[in-house]
T-cell receptor, first 112, second 113 residues
Framework: EPEVTQTPSHQVTQMGQEVILRCVPI?????FYWYRQILGQKVEFLVS????????KSEIFDDQFSVERPDGSNFTLKIRSTKLEDSAMYFC??????????FGPGTRLTVL | QKEVEQNSGPLSVPEGAIASLNCTYS??????FFWYRQYSGKSPELIMS????GDKEDGRFTAQLNKASQYVSLLIRDSQPSDSATYLC?????????????FGGGTRVLVKP
């Protein structure tokens, strides 16, 4: 059964550094998403991506964040200048539209 | 008002008993409803989806939806220690922009042998 994969599983970075989180969605999915979960808090929507452009973003997704799908398979989330409060689990997800969303295993981002 | 509300728990149930979890949502135009299970440090794993009023059963799990009351619930029958996890309720509105999920804070379930 196909699965969403994410790399790295854990990323440690210094405040102010750029990080890129990578995801390989399931091949027949059309919509792609990033969510984050700060430790002990709820899962929060960041951004949705469809047809090679952002279709919706939350207030969290400010100018420090960007997404792209550079090669038709990978889906990346970039944080340009990390802050301490960006420390969280970041989940990639996908679906075919109007159906179940499947989540990747997540990347734990630790900003020091 | 929170968009999706759940009792945080923990909900402690003896092995073999029924665990009953509740979720309320504020947006009346929500169309799809999901229960995810999340083990500590892991990603959400889909258990059930429900789209219309009534009950939906899948193995030991039954989801119930009442759109008039803006309420969705999950019953876990014959609870096992492996069911100990946090259960996340999620709702969405299907739009052209996609399928953004709004999650509740989750209910922690502890199944005691």
């Amino acid at each position: 059964e196909p699965e969403v994969t994410q790399t790295p599983s854990h990323q440690v970075t210094q405040m102010g550094q750029e990080v890129i989180l990578r995801c390989v969605p399931i091949s027949n999915h059309l919509y792609f998403y990033w969510y984050r979960q700060i430790l002990g808090q709820k899962v929060e929507f960041l951004v949705s991506f469809y047809n090679n452009e952002i279709s919706e973003k939350s207030e969290i997704f400010d100018d420090q964040f960007s997404v792209e799908r550079p090669d038709g398979s990978n889906f990346t989330l970039k944080i340009r200048s990390t802050k301490l409060e960006d420390s969280a689990m970041y989940f990639c997800a996908g679906d075919r539209g109007a159906d179940t969303q499947y989540f990747g295993p997540g990347t734990r981002l630790t900003v020091l | 008002q929170k968009e999706v509300e759940q009792n945080s728990g923990p909900l402690s149930v003896p092995e073999g008993a029924i665990a009953s979890l509740n979720c309320t949502y504020s947006d009346r135009v929500s169309q799809s409803f999901f229960w995810y299970r999340q083990y500590s440090g892991k990603s959400p794993e889909l258990i059930m989806s429900i789209y219309s009023n009534g009950d939906k059963e899948d193995g030991r799990f039954t989801a119930q939806l009442n759109k008039a009351s803006q309420y969705v619930s999950l019953l876990i029958r014959d609870s096992q220690p492996s069911d100990s996890a946090t259960y996340l309720c999620a709702v969405n509105k299907v739009e052209a922009a996609g399928n953004k999920l709004t999650f509740g804070g989750g209910t922690r379930v502890l199944v005691k042998p």
